[in-house]
């Protein structure tokens, strides 16, 4: 009886099972999902972190009543809204690019992981409405009430990442179902996404790196500004709220970032062999800067001896699986994933000690940097900060590949069938190009709109 | 109705309001295009876009909340046809991308040549989006979306008759509601000007669009000669009488310049379309595969399901608060008070900067203990919470906002 209702369903199941196709173009099909999240990432990073930071300037300024805090607030106001129609409509353009580039992938497992983006698009409703409503409400709401209406956005940012995250997490570290005859059986869509070990230190990693990346790019639009010339208040103030959020995060970063080398370490392998560029299994295996993997072996690399057990399994002496421990067609490209890693890791590293350098000359001189080279580094620090993050995300992604589900489903059995790739790639790419011109032409144009100071003179009577 | 129907059933409610919402939008965007020269067409292009600018995000998340149930809920399906659809569904994300990147544009604009430039696109878009939407709709409704990973033709499954009329209604439909919804928003902020000039384009809309979609019958009967049966003679029939009715209703009163209700029943003519569509088709999902052959299994229904009306708890009282908030102007709040705000109290009145200061650094201390040198799960959770505290209380600490009221040259602020 059981057997019977078993098998029908399996009867049932096999119906929908779609046959992986050959497609000419994987490479491209890739490199466009590729493109897409690049531009979406930092978006993304603007819709976490910079409505937290915007709530506490209109929380200063509920509290001190001082105006510039209302004027900063306003302005980033617009910025916020700018970024946020851009990254609706790159995030809409990705969850298109899901059944349009990855149809097998969707059709196969979209009832283990289609909730979470179910959920993440009542986050991202939520987020729209009530941006919507802090955008609209500046003049009509009440000011706690306006301030109250910020809230709800600062929480579904966080929620909308979970929700990805937890998506992203499964393909890494799959579990919740059962494969039957192609199709995903016995699926427990809510211990896949969340029973996974695998969520807590991706998510706590991007969540951080949204904060870092916002926080880096407004500084260090301030400190362009202060380099030439312009650096009241105002701009002392938009400088300092996002640098301190960002420097406080950078150092947190480095520790966030080991625990994820450890968690790679134990679930997947081959990644770490391939971030390193590790040939054969190995003891007291070395940690090699900078170089290049070929013929099996790093050239022009600096060798650290023993490190790479150390920081993996905290053990200088532990084993270390090579590459060699799975067939070549199961190891990721491993110059890309160790060159982004290695650029991943760099450009933190930099960032926590712009962090330190902040809060080193906040505790013991008790102000803030005066130094140009300080401001130069923060300009660079922005662009540089997103260059980590989208590494970080290539060295994840590539590190997973030939997997779309790790060791479950390959990406090229997850590709579409329909031509055309080349086609929508080199579209996707100038529409992207001349999304990049629009948003720099608008907050160019938003900078330039004269400032409303109040008259007040700079030091507020109320504050002091 | 079974569970395996729910999931649909909510999908397509998502796509009714993603059209009578989303849509007016796009139609805004096609009055943009229309709106001729001169002093006039700038308020007209201008009241179109800031009827839709506070809204127009929360409208689209109807699409994507439609994609994520209908790949969650029915995988198979969703594969077939965003495979065998791919074309007119690419060309629809690029319309969004010019949509919404002339919201995002407009805020910067200062010459009325550079927002000319912007409408502009933003109009194109707003037809070929709707279109190439509703061309997709035609491939699946004349069952031109065979089971299987790119199976169907990739031209002719949208480029056929049933698809182009779907297409071409779906622009009229557009235009139809935001005349519609323009013309109410007119009255509404007392341009009466412009109320003349939406109403007889919501007329004139809703005239054509009506003419469509009876003649569109004539093109279904030849092309998809089942979905025409089931629509005009089987289970289709009563939604196809509703939206009839429903169109006359919106005619007459526009015409009557009762437009706050002529909102409601031109939405319910295009939900009534839709719905005539899905009776029409049901139970069959694509050529061969019913609903339930197409659902996921019953766990993953049973949490979407759940899921959905967990935040449709949330959301529609959100949504109800933008509406009532953009559609009333304000939220009963008198903007006299301002005064109140400012209490001119210091930022850092009760805390001591030192004792903050002292605690980030043990806070961080702590972090590095239980998440770096610690190896359980447990741990590394006190050693997150660790971390954040140090970068809360940090940030309390370092006081941006005090530090930089001291001047650019080296006055000290709080001392640490």
Known sequence: MRCEAAFAMTAIASIVALAPVHQDYLLEARQMQ?????????????????????????????????????????????????????????????????????????????????????????????????????????????????????????????????????????????????????????????????????????????????????????????????????????????????????????????LVGDWNGREVARAQPTKLAAIEGLPGTTSGASLHLLGWYTDGEIKYGIAIPKLLSLLAFHDPNATVQGLEAVPADERPPVNIVRVAFQTMVGIGTLLALIGVAYLAVRVRRKRLPKSRWFYRALVIAGPLSVVALISGWVTTEVGRQPWVVYEVMRTSDAVTGAGGIPVGYATLALVYLGVGIAVAWVLRRLARVPLELPASPPHSPVGD | MHLYDVPLLFALIGLVLYTVLAGADFGAGLWQLFAGRGPKSVRVRDHAHDSMAAVWEANHVWLIFVLTVVWTAYPGAFGSIASTLSIPLFIAAVGIIFRGGAYALRAGTSTPRELRAIDTVTAVASIITPFALGAAVGGIASGRVPVGNAAGHLASSWLN????????????????????????????????????????????????????????????????????????????????????????????????????????????????????????????????????????????????????????????????????????????????????????????????????????????????????????????????????????????????????????????????
């Open chain 2, 161 to 416: 008759p049933t698809s182009i009329l779907i297409g071409v209604l779906a622009v009229a439909t557009a235009a139809y509601l935001a005349a519609v919804y323009l013309a109410a928003d007119a009255v509404r902020l007392g341009k009466p000007d412009l109320e003349r000039h939406f109403r007889a384009r919501a007329l004139g809309a809703g005239i054509v669009a009506g003419a469509i979609a009876l003649g569109g019958l004539a093109v279904l009967h030849s092309d998809a000669h089942s979905l025409y049966h089931d629509l005009v003679e089987g289970a289709g029939r009563p939604a196809l009488v509703v939206s009839i009715l429903a169109g006359l209703t919106t005619l007459a009163l526009v015409w009557r310049h009762g437009y706050e209700p002529a909102r409601y029943s031109a939405a319910a003519a295009v939900a009534a379309i839709i719905a005539g569509w899905a009776l029409a088709q049901k139970p069959i999902f694509l050529p061969g595969l019913t609903i339930e052959q197409a659902a996921a299994p019953d766990d993953t229904l049973i949490t979407i399901v759940i899921a959905v009306i967990c935040g449709a708890a949330i959301l529609f009282p959100s949504l109800a608060l933008l509406f009532r908030l953009v559609l009333g102007g304000r939220l009963d709040y008198a903007p006299a008070a301002v005064s109140s705000a400012g209490q001119g109290r210091s930022v850092l009145s009760a805390s001591a900067p030192g004792v903050l200061a002292r605690s980030a650094g043990a806070c961080f201390v702590a972090g590095l203990g239980f998440l770096t040198a610690a190896e359980a799960g447990w741990t590394h959770a006190l050693g997150i919470v660790s971390l954040f505290g140090f970068i809360i209380l940090g940030f309390l600490a370092v006081a941006p906002s005090e530090l930089a009221r001291g001047d650019s040259e080296d006055q000290r602020v709080t001392k640490l």
């Open chain 1, 34 to 254: 590729a493109l897409s999240f690049a531009v979406h990432i930092p978006l993304v990073c603007f819709g976490v972190a910079f409505p937290a930071m915007l709530m506490f300037v209109e929380w200063l300024y509920l509290r001190t009543g001082d105006e510039l805090y209302r004027t900063l607030a306003k302005r980033w106001t617009k910025v916020m809204v700018a970024l946020f129609a851009v990254g609706v409509i790159t995030g809409t353009i990705l969850s298109f690019e899901m059944g349009l580039l990855w149809p097998n992938f969707t059709a196969t497992f979209g009832s283990v992981f289609g909730l979470g983006f179910a959920v993440e698009g009542f986050s991202f409703f939520v987020e729209a409405i009530f941006i919507g409503i802090y955008v609209y409400g500046w003049d009509r709401l009440s000011p706690r009430a306006h301030f109250a209406s910020g809230i709800p956005i600062v929480i579904s940012g966080f929620t909308g990442s979970l929700m990805v995250i937890s998506v992203n997490a499964w393909m890494n570290h799959p579990s919740g179902f059962r494969l039957s005859g192609g199709q995903a059986v016995d699926v427990h869509p809510l211990a896949a996404l969340f029973g996974n070990s695998y969520l807590w230190h991706e998510l706590v990693h991007m969540y951080l790196a949204a904060y870092i990346v916002t926080g880096f790019l407004v500084a260090g639009a301030y400190a362009f500004g202060r380099l030439r010339g312009r650096w009241g208040r105002y701009e002392r103030t938009a400088l300092a709220i996002p640098l301190t959020v960002a420097a406080l995060a950078a150092p947190v970063q480095v």
